[in-house]
């Protein structure tokens, strides 16, 4: 069974930084492209990052909102997937998931975890 | 960067009805269109890929159909668990934008 468990939320003051985790299970980490989603309160779903695999040099995109301020990086020997935020945002208070990409012929998020929330106030 | 336009924004409907939500993408987008359902505290789940494949255990009354920059997802007799709400996604280039959400009410 895959399994997608976030950790690593919390209340950070504004300019501040935070690393949230993704613990996987249930599929052969390494093959997979990961990325993580973000939901503020009451809003939409936000694409936020994507890391690629091995075979494609662990490349990685960003929406334009977080470009610059978060790392997506990952562990493939832990099975685990990261997310370094820094100069933290009020507007960036969301509910962070962990994704995993179906693949390129399929092209969607095949699962995702529970979510994380981090809230950024002063 | 693709603009994805989902409307409606809340569609009321009761058991048994015939719903359809429509995703229109700025630009074509080929077939690289998905819909995901999201029931509140709950992520969203996955329920149509590349516009109109079924994502293996959601139920037969969820399609999907479209190409290019219009799309829809229809659920052909509503069920009590079908209240909820849906995002389409484009898939085709980055940022791989979502669109606002199609919250789907009891009437």
């Known amino acids: 069974e895959v399994q997608l468990v976030e950790s690593g939320g919390g209340l950070v003051q504004p300019g501040g930084s935070l690393r949230l985790s993704c613990a996987a299970s249930?599929?052969?980490?390494?093959?997979?492209?990961m990325e993580w989603v973000r939901q503020a309160p009451g809003k939409g779903l936000e694409w936020v990052g994507r890391?690629?695999?091995?075979?494609?040099?662990?490349?990685?995109e960003y929406a334009a909102s977080v470009k610059g301020r978060f790392t997506v990086s990952r562990d493939d020997s832990e099975n685990s997937l990261y997310l370094q935020m820094n100069s933290l945002k009020t507007e960036d208070t969301a509910v962070y998931y962990c994704?995993?990409?179906?693949?390129?012929?399929?092209?969607?998020?095949?699962?995702w975890g529970q979510g994380t929330l981090v809230s950024v106030s002063s | 960067d693709i603009q994805m336009t989902q409307s409606p924004s809340t569609l009321f409907a009761s058991v048994g009805d015939r719903v359809t939500i429509t995703c229109r993408a700025s630009?074509?987008?080929?077939?690289?269109l998905a819909w995901y359902q999201q029931k509140p505290g709950k992520a969203p789940k996955l329920l149509i890929y590349?516009?109109?494949s079924l994502e293996s255990g959601v139920p037969s009354r969820f399609s999907g159909s479209g190409s290019g920059t219009e799309f829809t997802l229809t659920i052909s007799s509503l069920q009590p668990d079908d209240f909820a709400t849906y995002y389409c996604?484009?898939?085709?280039?980055?940022?791989?934008?979502f669109g606002q959400g199609t919250k789907l009410e009891i009437k």
């Open positions: 996604q484009q898939y085709d280039s980055n940022p791989y934008i």
């Open positions: 249930g599929f052969t980490f390494s093959d997979r492209y």
């Open positions: 590349k516009a109109s």
């Open positions: 890391i690629r695999n091995k075979a494609n040099n662990y490349n990685t």
């Open positions: 630009q074509s987008i080929s077939s690289w």
């Open positions: 994704t995993r990409y179906s693949g390129s012929y399929t092209r969607s998020l095949d699962y």
